[in-house]
């Protein structure tokens, strides 16, 4: 038998791992060093789990045997019609300005790049705040009810509905925009005929989008005054009912999931 | 004889019909309008914030052209920035127990690696926890079992990050090129070592971007959440509001944003170099931007 004998992969043919970059070793320690920190400053303990689960386990108990009966009640049946109704007249109000704001907000369709950078850095300063701290801010300007809760979500929405819609407006075809300059069309004619028509679906689906958020979000506001089931609920904790907490937040959350299904359809059918 | 603009005219085809849209317009504003009527919202005083706003912004800024270093503005300014930091702690600690949590779960709902009845089971669970806001998870389980503070609420961010970012890993893990899986088939690997060497590897970076995004989101999560008591720079907002401490409120109010924008750019910057590779990449990368979940 003279045939070769089969070479053997050793250790050496192999290609050596590289090292882990610096980059790497940096970015794992900063992320320990924050996560240590973190759970120290928090004092992070999963202890009551264990020793408090009886104390919590008789409330969450509760929670698990609601009283479907306040349910019926004129004054809760009202609030869920006033977070529709806020929701509703918040969605349109801050889509329709966000619109416009979306269109000084992308490169595409402002009128100079100081409109630009100035809109962009305002929509991130509007982000940046929570609904909830809008809804105190309004609710010191106009006094509790429905009111500040429209006001706080339209801020709220516009800050949402004009970066996502700016940033469809950033990768439109600029072929139409072109086509609407070279016939000689105005700005706003180039905003109509050229760009809307092309954001228009992705527009829509983020108004339902936002729509979802504010019925979820209503029901945080009322905890500050600003109208909506939010009011009962924190009615409620206060006076510590919780079975009756319980059956508002799963009728709260079976009319979000509604919702939420739905406006999800819409949208599928819409992009 | 005929002109050529009546050619044309008789060339161009009939515009599509605008009956479904415009039903829908009707529609819409029906709804719309019987919301006007039927809420009660006193619109009279909308007026009020024309002459109100100004006056509080005005007693805001004075509060924060106050001299920072003198007493009491300085302990309003460093009280400020230590409870937003406590924000951040919750936070980054609440999208750590996420993350840990929906990473196992994202892989039980992606219809290409688990079976199809457990996909459906697992879908649900995330969509129910999508639907209920993080104040209330704080209210009902979180206070309850682990008292009112800072770990309540970090613990409520974690419960509530597991919806979104289960529900965004699942579908990266839905988009991976099938080759890699076919190829460890062929060699006859377990399901383990499956997922391990041709899944991981392909959805990791896009997965760790969700986690800074959904970090980005809990930041605003996080400063509200005092306001029921679970910890944060929420918890002096309420009181500051009932109290109508104006100065304090300027300030707070802009430790809040001015924070929250600076953390936001450098968890998108991180992002952008987790998607995009090292280096200045001008592309921009396709991935979500903060907004709320």
């Known amino acids: ?271 | 004889m005929r002109t050529a603009e009546a050619t044309a005219r008789k060339n161009t085809p009939a515009p599509p019909s605008k009956v479904r849209t415009t039903i829908w317009l009707i529609v819409s504003a029906a709804i719309v309008l019987w919301a006007l009527w039927q809420v009660d919202a006193r619109w009279e005083r909308v007026g009020q914030i024309v002459t109100e706003a100004p006056r509080y912004f005005g007693l805001m800024s004075q509060g924060l052209l106050q001299n920072p270093i003198a007493e009491p503005w300085s302990a309003y300014w460093s009280k400020s920035i230590a409870l937003m930091i406590e924000s951040l702690q919750m936070a980054w600690i609440g999208t750590l127990i996420g993350a840990i949590i929906s990473f196992p779960i994202a892989f039980l709902a992606a219809s290409n690696v688990a079976p199809r009845p457990v996909v459906l089971v697992v879908r649900q669970v995330l969509n129910i926890i999508r639907a209920i806001p993080e104040i209330v998870f704080a209210l009902v389980f979180m206070i309850p079992i682990f008292g009112l503070g800072p770990l309540a609420g970090a613990l409520a961010l974690g419960i509530g990050s597991v919806g979104t970012l289960g529900k965004l890993s699942s579908e990266a893990i839905e988009g991976i090129d099938l080759g890699p899986m076919e190829a460890l088939d062929a060699a006859g690997a377990s399901k383990i070592q499956l997922l391990r060497w041709a899944v991981v590897p392909q959805v990791l970076p896009e997965i760790v971007a969700f986690w800074l995004y959904r970090f980005e989101i809990n930041i605003r999560a996080g400063a509200i959440l005092g306001i029921v008591g679970a910890g944060g720079i929420g918890s002096i907002l309420g009181q500051l509001f009932n109290g109508r401490e104006w100065g304090r409120i300027g300030i707070t109010l802009v430790v809040i944003i001015v924070v929250t924008v600076i953390v936001d750019q450098i968890s998108a910057a991180v992002r952008q170099r987790i998607i995009s590779g090292p280096g200045r990449s001008t592309s921009k990368a396709d991935i979500p931007e903060p907004v709320v979940d």
């Open chain 1, 1 to 271: 038998m003279t045939a070769p004998a089969v070479r053997t992969v050793s250790q050496s043919d192999r290609p050596v791992k590289p090292p882990p970059s610096i980059g790497a070793i940096l970015g794992l320690v900063a992320f320990l060093a924050i996560t240590v920190y973190s759970a120290i400053g928090i004092e992070f303990t999963l202890t009551p789990l264990f020793t408090d689960a009886m104390r919590g386990r008789e409330i969450v108990a509760r929670y698990f045997d609601p009283a479907w009966s306040i349910l019926t009640r004129p004054a809760v049946i009202d609030a869920f019609l006033e977070t529709l109704y806020i929701a509703i007249l918040a969605t349109l109000v801050g889509s329709i300005l966000a619109l416009l704001l979306a269109m000084l907000a992308s490169k595409v369709s402002a009128p100079t790049i100081a409109v630009y950078r100035v809109t962009k850095l305002v929509l991130s300063v509007v982000r940046s705040l929570p609904d909830v701290a809008y809804g105190l801010l309004f609710v010191a300007f106009v006094q509790t009810g429905a009111l500040p809760g429209i006001l706080a979500l339209i801020v709220f929405n516009i800050g949402i509905v004009a970066k996502l819609t700016s940033e469809s407006i950033d990768a439109v075809d600029r072929g139409p925009i072109e086509a609407v300059e070279a016939a000689g069309g105005s700005r706003f004619q180039r905003g109509r005929f050229a760009v809307m028509p092309q954001v228009a679906p992705n527009y829509l689906s983020y108004c339902f989008y936002v729509f979802e958020l504010n019925i979820r979000a209503s029901a945080v506001l009322g905890i500050v005054g600003a109208g909506g089931i939010g009011e009962i609920i924190d009615l409620l904790v206060s006076r510590l009912q919780h079975e009756e907490l319980a059956a508002v937040v799963f009728a709260l959350f079976a009319v979000v999931f509604v919702l939420d299904q739905s406006s999800r359809a819409i949208r599928r059918r819409l992009t």
